[in-house]
């Protein structure tokens, strides 16, 4: 069965580090991957996804992610955290192949930027 | 402007009744979902539909019922069967790009707040 996991529920940075939100996924098959991030009271926006080649991926907002196939993994990445990036941030994994096109969501992780 | 829109932001229900939320999508897209969102478990499927006149139940289907008669809408029916219905809903369409250009990203309506009072 497809999963999952954002091993964090918050991440705390201060303003100009670099953060770094986990994910890792358990799929038969080759993956799609998201991650999407949502501010209060809000729906959710795209930031990025891997479908193939680079396992690097640059996305919206100056947030990138590597896809690490040994390790299961996308973490989301970002060079130098801004007080705005504050908000809760969730993976996505669909296989490919399945007759449903399902995407699957982890449980969210909270982003909290101090200045 | 291009997107999903869902309607209303807020909505209070009342023991024992029906209630409709709306979506509706002018980006042309094929396939719309609806998912719940309550505090701590994430995204959770409760319908989705492929195509018009088509639509299957997701993981939490028990106690709502939608329709697709047009490519555009989707509306989610939470009946008074679904015992605790107080939660974030939203409503969602997926493009059909090729997978050579990154498609079959999945697009989120700004969510409706659904209350029982």
């Known amino acids: 069965a497809q999963s999952v996991a954002q091993p964090e529920d918050q991440v705390n940075v201060a303003e100009g580090n670099p953060l770094t939100v986990k994910c890792t996924y358990s799929v038969s098959g080759n993956p799609y991957l998201f991650w999407y991030v949502q501010y209060p009271n809000r729906g959710l926006q795209f930031l990025l996804k891997y479908i193939t080649g680079d396992n690097l991926v640059k996305g919206s907002y100056g947030f990138e992610a590597e896809f690490n196939k040994s390790q299961t993994s996308f973490h989301l990445k970002k060079p130098s955290a801004l007080v705005s990036d504050s908000a809760l941030y969730f993976c996505a994994v669909r296989a490919l192949g399945g007759a449903t096109n399902k995407l699957i969501f982890g449980t969210g992780t909270l982003l909290a930027v101090q200045p | 402007d291009g997107g999903i829109t869902q309607s209303p932001k807020y909505l209070f229900r009342k023991e024992g009744q029906n209630v409709t939320l709306s979506c509706e999508q002018n980006l042309n897209h094929d396939a719309m979902y609806w998912y719940r969102q309550d505090p701590g478990q994430g995204l959770r499927l409760i319908y989705y539909?492929?195509?018009?006149?088509?639509?299957q139940k997701g993981d939490i289907a028990e106690g709502y019922s939608v329709s697709r008669e047009k490519k555009e809408s989707f509306p989610l029916t939470v009946t008074s069967a679904q015992k605790n219905p107080t939660a974030f809903y939203l409503c969602a369409s997926r493009d059909r790009g090729h997978s050579s250009s990154g498609g079959n990203t999945i697009y989120f309506g700004e969510g409706s707040w659904l209350t029982v009072v």
């Open positions: 539909s492929q195509i018009v006149n088509d639509f």
